[in-house]
């Protein structure tokens, strides 16, 4: 028996595992269902489009960046699994809000006074929720995993979080927006009732004040990373993927009106393609690695990433639709000649993002002591964060002066360069370190 298949049919593992899945899974149902529903029903620009995709992807996630700090604290000095109860009975009711808004846009009632800003209200909202889950997902892995058992356990989180993005892209491209509303209400119950299986997670150190200053306390979380090298060089590697990652999301929907003349459904698919080779990438490294936390693959991962999204970019400047022609769907879609070449360039940018990505989420919680990781955790999302608020206004930016959806790909394809630099630099210390026989 595989560790993946021992663990998923252990109670340490699967309530968290299914919870975060359903958690992820209703986070990009909602937020797809709403982006989807505005870029093709209420707005006819690319400027607004695109404008409105970087504005909901700015909102969900601001409160990593503000609020991540007392996350961490919370997760490390209280148990994790009461924490998780709370976050998922909040779930609930910020889905009443936000199926609201999607019922009122259906409805066509106040559409853009009432119905969007509900709906951003609700999708900030969501932001703060898995802002406190994120710490929580991967510092309870260590807690409730042997060490042989991490980096798997880490993979499976990754993978699953990826396929129920995956289902949740779908849904949302495919189902009316009132079947979405009602969906993600109900995924939000469920999830609750998932997550009060989750054994408990006791902290590992005795309670300590909680500083609720947001500023010092992140600008204090982000300094104590610094004391361990490998942690800090992979914070800022992941910052780099996750900057291109927020870069390449807010383009899809645009990019497919605006671009290729394609529906809803293909840009869901889009998505779908992306949540696939991430889900693939994350399980191959896995097994390349033979469950050893290291970043060896790092750099020629990312390398190879760029490589596909330039591929990409030549792709879509290639693409040639007459202007006045409607909008394909899925079938009429495949059926161009360039449309095989386009998925399969999406395809290698995820998987080989995914092997980038998940061996540095691993360090986080391998290299610094269990006591914390959860702080650990949030001190990686305060600077993803950051970095993915400054990728959406990098291409908000744009966007204003003029620069086209097509050749802002090119920014997501130099990115890669600095990420394989510093996927080389962690790789380097992590020898240094191996070869002196030091582990923290």
């Known amino acids: 028996m595989t560790t993946s298949t021992h663990l998923v049919r252990t109670r340490r593992f699967l309530p968290l595992f299914v919870t975060q899945l359903l958690g992820a899974f209703n986070d990009n149902l909602y937020k797809n269902a709403m982006v989807l529903y505005v870029v093709y029903s209420v707005y006819n620009s690319e400027a607004a489009e695109a404008r409105f995709s970087a504005i909901a992807s700015g909102l969900f996630i ?71 889950f994120g710490p929580i997902k991967y510092a309870i892995l260590p807690q409730h995993l042997h060490e042989g058992e991490v980096l798997a356990g880490t993979g499976l989180v990754e993978a699953g979080t990826y ?27 469920v999830g609750y009732v ?22 010092t306390s992140s600008y204090d979380l982000i300094r104590n990373t610094t004391r361990h ?31 290729l003349s394609a529906s809803k459904e293909v840009a869901s698919l889009f998505l779908v393609m992306f949540s696939i080779g991430i889900a693939v990438g994350s399980m191959s490294i896995n ?82 002591d269990k006591s914390e990781t959860a702080r650990t955790i949030a001190a990686n999302n305060i600077v993803n964060s950051g970095a993915m608020v400054i990728g959406s206004l990098i291409a908000g930016g744009l966007t204003w002066i003029g620069v086209t959806i097509v050749d802002q790909l090119m920014l997501g394809a130099a990115m890669c360069i600095v990420s394989a630099w510093l996927g080389w630099l962690l790789y380097k210390a992590e020898r240094e370190v191996r070869q002196s026989g030091v582990t923290r």
């Open 62 to 132: 601001l409160p990593f960046f503000l609020l991540s700090a007392l996350a961490g604290q919370l997760a490390d000095m209280r148990d994790k699994a009461r924490i998780i109860r709370i976050v998922k009975a909040c779930e609930i009711a910020i889905m009443l809000v936000g199926g609201t808004g999607l019922v009122l846009a259906w409805l066509g009632m106040e559409v853009e006074a009432i119905a969007i800003p509900l709906m951003l209200a609700a999708l900030l909202a969501m932001g703060v929720h898995s802002t406190f």
């Open 163 to 189: 396929i129920a993005i995956l289902a949740g892209t779908i849904l949302a491209g495919w189902i009316p927006v009132e079947v979405a509303a009602a969906g993600v209400v109900l995924t939000a119950l």
């Open 194 to 215: 998932s997550g009060r299986q989750v054994p408990p997670a006791p902290p590992m150190i005795d309670a300590q004040k909680i500083d609720y200053n947001v500023l």
């Open 229 to 259: 090298r490998q942690v800090f060089m992979a914070i800022v590697a992941i910052s780099f993927f996750w900057t291109v990652g927020t870069v390449l999301f807010i383009q899809f929907p645009p990019l497919a009106k605006n671009v």
């Open 287 to 368: 097994a390349l690695l033979k469950g050893t936390v290291s970043a060896r693959f790092a750099p020629a991962s990312v390398i190879v990433m760029g490589l596909f999204i330039t591929a990409f970019h030549y792709v879509c400047r290639a693409w040639n639709v007459h202007p006045d022609a409607p909008l394909m769907d899925v079938a009429a879609f495949i059926a161009q000649p360039l449309a095989v070449p386009l998925l399969l360039c999406l395809l290698g940018i995820a998987i080989a993002g995914g092997m980038f990505v998940v061996p540095l989420y691993a360090f986080l919680t391998t290299v610094v």
